[in-house]
């Protein structure tokens, strides 16, 4: 099942606020949520995500712009500023039901056209957005529970540290490596630059050799395929420019080196299956041992490891048996000389 609608995924019509679903196997439409005076009040770029908690599945709904509602009350606790809001909401899919839900911490303020992007199944990262302060280049870590959601702001400490400027429009995904989830954000109103997040060590990058017809855009799409787990092809389409709209494909590769670091270069769209064929068969080549040969090389690591202890057990008690052997040598040879010397003496005599 999947989730979809305008700009952010839900859809305005007149006085009204819809949530539709679309059922990618039968190719039809359900509306899940009627006009209700228990949600969100109307509004666009917003942004949606799905989460799981205790095994049901909920979509977070926050921020975005649009007009009041008569028909629909504010949110307490959640603050407006002109048509701008920070609602957050939560839609329960197995009740149909809008839930209001605790929220503690650092709450965003008033905030549309950020990017909101899952972390795990009860975390989300949301960057960036328009406020009434203008393009935001915050970072909000939130987690959620069936009642509430925790927000956790992280901002510019300044000096040499890197930090991207604040945006909005901007688009954004998850990528997965061995060190931790990592946020890749891509454009942006009024920027043509591409970082990437470190969420857990809270450290950002910006990354170099790509081209500005890739980056300076706005408004646009971005999904990521896994090719390899060091591997992954970021997938930008359309978008804005400044004085026109761009409907183009480009192919991001992002790889993650050895020494911890990233590599970027772009795929041709000729070269697509041929180069997806190509770090396949990469990925293969470098991975020559097979599971269960895996397994027996670890055992017989375990046997040499062990071998190797009961080894320097064994030249530890030789070698205690061998400096016994010559203090109890030196011993007798000192007992001669005194011997020698006593019959010397007595001879003497």
Not at 245 to 274: A, G, H, K
Request: aromatic share 8%; charged share 20%.
């Amino acid at each position: 099942m999947k989730f979809l609608g305008h700009e952010s995924f839900l859809l305005v019509a007149s006085i009204i606020i819809l949530l539709y679903s679309f059922n990618v196997d039968t190719f039809n439409w359900k509306e899940l949520s009627p006009t209700t005076s228990h949600g969100p009040t109307m509004r666009n770029y917003c942004d949606m995500i799905a989460i799981k908690v205790n095994g049901e599945d909920y979509l977070v709904v926050i921020g975005g712009v649009g007009p009041s509602s008569i028909n629909t009350p504010k949110q307490p606790g959640a603050q407006y500023s002109g048509d701008k809001n920070n609602e957050i909401y939560f839609y329960k899919l197995s009740t149909g039901q809008w839930i209001s839900p605790i929220v503690t911490g650092d709450r965003p303020p008033p905030i549309h056209d950020f990017t909101l992007t899952s972390i795990n199944n009860s975390s989300a990262i949301l960057f960036g957005g328009s406020t009434g302060n203008g393009r935001s280049s915050n970072v909000y870590i939130l987690n959620f529970t069936n009642t509430s959601v925790s927000c956790s702001k992280l901002s510019n400490p300044g000096g040499s540290v890197q930090w991207p400027k604040g945006r909005c429009a901007h688009s954004s995904v998850l990528i997965k490596t061995s060190s931790g989830p990592h946020l890749l954000v891509v454009g942006g109103y009024g920027t043509n630059d591409i970082w990437i997040f470190d969420i857990n060590n809270k450290s950002w990058k910006k990354l170099k050799n790509i081209l500005d017809n890739v980056t300076k855009r706005y408004s646009h799409s971005l999904s990521v395929l896994s090719v390899t787990p060091t591997t992954n092809w970021i997938i930008v389409f359309g978008g804005m420019r400044i004085i026109s709209t761009t409907s183009d494909q480009i192919v991001i590769e992002l790889r993650y080196t050895s020494n911890n670091d990233w590599s970027t270069s772009i795929i041709p769209l000729d070269q697509y299956q041929e180069k997806l064929q190509e770090r396949r068969i990469e990925w293969k080549a470098s991975q020559l041992v097979q599971p269960e040969d895996r397994r027996e090389i670890d055992r017989l690591t375990r046997v040499l490891q062990e071998r190797e202890r009961e080894l320097q057990e064994e030249r530890r008690e030789k070698e205690q048996v061998r400096n016994r052997l010559q203090q109890q040598l030196q011993g007798r040879e000192r007992q001669l000389q005194q011997a020698q010397q006593q019959g010397q003496e007595r001879e003497r005599q």
